[in-house]
């Protein structure tokens, strides 16, 4: 079993499941006898692009996928589970004529009424422009997250901010956001004077911050940079390796859908979790994190594998 040390907190973490709507919810009864622990549950989300509604009946995807079902699995595990944590790391526009009509708002309203937690930004976020986005950004409810989008010289100045922390059952939980290079990917009108920042200097400038100031327990990055790549393009997979200090990378723009989070070592030896929900809201990210609340010094973050059979498209 591999071991990462964790400040104050001993954490389990049952890998990804990605939770098909239609397949009941099965708990390993055995991992819940021990009253000591914390469970706090991490759904997430990635590349949903404005679709609402299940795939047409003609499509690849007929009948499946939508914000709407989405939802309706997330109430669901809402009822059974206490601690509950939804994330996104962007590309919510973009997609469906949803997008074209209501130009982004309806997708923040209905996240809003999911109780999303924060989101970071993708690069189809901006296919309206920074005057799109903040003409819709008040249907937000939760904060957008980007820590290597300098946008001093916008009007998204002070719209956005760097990380968010959230306190679960007295357990504390960063969380960065880090986008995607727009330059090549976004028409220059669209980013104006954004200014992109070396996205591996300010996860781990903001996960320093995090771990040792905040004193956080464990620490999420919500990426837009995407799984994988065959070039030397910084990705999930490269961030990690030069990360210190964040536990789980949350992905997002490949649309990779993964049977299992990824176990990476980072600079220091330590791993970090990787999980990307494919795209469409086709599937629900989801993690299982254990905490020791009677641990009062340094612990080990043991991780626990699913089968892969624990995979299915909602």
């Not at 949903?48 to 109430?75: A, C, E, Q, W, Y």
């Not at 960063?174 to 996860?203: R, S």
């Not at 940079?225 to 200090?245: F, T």
Request: glycine fraction near 8%.
């Amino acid at each position: 079993m591999e071991e990462l040390k964790l400040q104050n907190r001993r954490t389990f973490v049952k890998n990804s499941l990605l939770a098909g709507i239609s397949i009941p919810f099965i708990q390993n009864k055995s991992i819940f006898k021990n009253n000591n622990r914390i469970k706090i549950t991490i759904l997430h989300t990635n590349d949903m692009h404005s679709h609402i509604d299940p795939f047409s009946i003609n499509s690849k995807h007929s009948g499946m996928g939508g914000m709407t079902r989405v939802s309706s699995l997330v109430k669901e595990i809402r009822k059974i589970e206490t601690n509950v944590l939804l994330l996104d790391a962007g590309d919510i526009f973009q997609g469906t004529p949803y997008f074209n009509r209501y130009k982004g708002k309806l997708e923040l309203q209905i996240m809003s009424e999911m109780g999303y937690c924060a989101s970071t930004m993708g690069n189809h976020d901006f296919d309206n422009g920074l005057d799109g986005f903040l003409n819709v950004l008040p249907n937000a409810n939760f904060p957008f997250l980007c820590a290597n989008y300098d946008f001093s010289n916008t009007i998204l100045k002070n719209k956005t901010k760097p990380y968010q922390i959230v306190e679960i059952d007295n357990v504390k939980i960063g969380i960065i956001g880090i986008g995607i290079k727009l330059e090549g990917l976004v028409d220059e009108n669209l980013f104006q004077k954004t200014i992109y920042l070396d996205p591996v200097d300010k996860a781990n400038q903001w996960a320093k911050h995090l771990k040792h100031e905040e004193q956080c327990n464990f620490i999420i990055c919500l990426s837009h940079l995407g799984y994988e790549y065959n070039n030397d393009k910084i990705s999930d997979i490269k961030l990690a390796k030069q990360s210190r200090n964040i536990d789980l990378i949350i992905g997002g723009h490949t649309h990779t859908f993964l049977d299992n989070a990824k176990e990476i070592k980072n600079i220091s030896g330590k791993d970090v979790l990787i999980n990307q929900a494919g795209w469409g809201a086709l599937s629900l990210g989801r993690i299982d994190l254990f905490f020791d609340k009677t641990s009062n010094q340094n612990n080990n973050l043991a991780i626990t594998k699913l089968p892969k059979k624990n995979y299915a498209k909602i």
